[in-house]
């Protein structure tokens, strides 16, 4: 049972475009949520978070929009450049208590075409 | 070098045998995390450790054993190694918890029990 869930394995978008990757989660205890960007025989990298306080946070490049209605969140790329062909991993956690188990998505793999 | 660190960086190894995967870090992170990566599923947690000798099951702990006898030291130990435990393992640690206090990863250890 995937409490964090990638339903695109992939996506291809043409460089100067805008890369939109989706992410939902089911468990209403999640309120931080991240993005690591995972480039081949590399470790995950972090990219950007939103709290559950927030609906949208921004980061250069890179925008992060949370619907927690929905509960869905979404990685925005504008423009996408080749450079950020990578997998990306959503990533949920409860911020209540002393524990800290984040949960990760499968992964999109994102291929940026020159 | 700052930062955080896996040995070996690939390893094969026989079913039933022990094998014990290193991670060390410089930052003196108080959490460290050791997930592994598998087609489909993403990232998964392990084990944590929140401090020195305090460390707590993730969510696929069975067949593994972890320590925290030094801040900086975290290794993973496969006490009698299986096939599915075939499988891309990465090591992190995060400051604090908080939506400040992102996970930084290692590169991981590719491990094959043949």
């Known amino acids: 049972d995937q409490q964090v869930k990638q339903n695109s394995p992939s996506l291809s978008v043409q460089e100067g475009r805008i890369s939109i990757l989706n992410c939902d989660y089911t468990n209403s205890m999640f309120d931080y949520f991240l993005w690591y960007k995972k480039y081949p025989a590399e470790g995950p990298t972090f990219l950007i978070s939103i709290s559950s306080i927030k609906d949208k946070n921004e980061d250069g490049r890179f925008t992060v929009f949370l619907n927690k209605s929905a509960k869905h969140l979404s990685l925005h790329i504008v423009p996408s450049q080749p450079g950020d062909s990578a997998v990306y991993f959503c990533a949920a956690e409860p911020l209540s208590g002393s524990a800290r188990q984040l949960t990760f998505g499968s992964g999109t793999q994102l291929t940026v075409l020159p | 070098d700052a930062g955080i660190t896996q040995s070996p960086r690939y390893k094969i190894t026989e079913t039933g045998r022990q094998v014990t995967l290193m991670c060390h870090q410089t930052w003196s992170h108080s959490y460290m995390f050791w997930y592994r990566q598998d087609l489909g599923h993403g990232l998964r947690l392990i084990y944590y450790?929140?401090?020195?000798?305090?460390?707590d099951k993730g969510e696929v702990p069975d067949g593994y054993v972890v320590s925290r006898s030094k801040t900086e030291n975290f290794p993973l130990t496969l006490e009698s190694a299986t096939r599915s435990q075939t499988s891309v393992y990465f090591c992190a640690s995060s400051e604090s918890i908080g939506d400040n206090s992102p996970l930084h990863f290692g590169n991981g250890t590719r491990l094959t029990v043949t």
């Open positions: 450790s929140a401090a020195a000798d305090i460390t």
